[in-house]
């Protein structure tokens, strides 16, 4: 398991770089795995990616899986590549983070120059301007409140999610 979140979007996921690259947890099973050993694990290609997603409003369960999920080193920013989505999520929302690098509130590597990602929705992600999906996200602006996946059946606000990895 890479990330587990099942507190509707928990600040226990705004922390440091430092702290994104090595990995952490709490009692209740919310987890990062770490981006280094997450980023050692996919540079393999011997993996696919599986995200499972709780709508808050339904509790309805959704997934998407893609058939190539790699992160690279710390070098590039933990760069992520993510391509061949299938699923029932309405959308692809993940991909649209593909090429994009992983930022925290204290390393700005999204593509927004007038402010920080992670600061403004507060956790750990491959931020672009600044996202369609943020499984590690826990506040927002109004309606665009953080923890979320754009477009999915059972709205975009989530109650729980996982990242896995699965064997090819």
Request: glycine share 10%.
């Amino acid at each position: 398991m890479i990330q587990q979140n099942t507190n509707n979007g928990s600040a226990l996921f705004n922390r440091s770089w430092a702290e994104y690259k090595v990995g952490f947890s709490d009692s209740r099973g919310n987890c990062w795995l770490g981006n280094d050993l997450l980023s050692q694990l996919t540079l393999t290609g011997r993996y696919t990616l599986r995200l499972d997603l709780q709508s808050r409003n339904t509790s309805n369960w959704y997934y998407a899986e893609y058939s190539t999920f790699i992160v690279l080193s710390e070098s590039s920013n933990y760069t992520l590549h993510v391509s061949g989505y299938s699923g029932n999520t309405g959308y692809d929302a993940f991909s649209r983070h593909n090429g994009r690098m992983f930022s925290t509130f204290d390393r700005d590597n999204d593509r927004d120059s007038s402010s920080n990602c992670a600061v403004t929705f507060g956790g750990g992600w491959w931020y672009n301007s600044c996202h369609w999906c943020c499984m590690n996200c826990y506040k927002g602006l109004g309606k665009y409140f953080g923890f979320v996946w754009v477009n999915l059946p059972g709205g975009r606000r989530l109650q729980s999610s996982r990242m896995w990895l699965q064997c090819k």
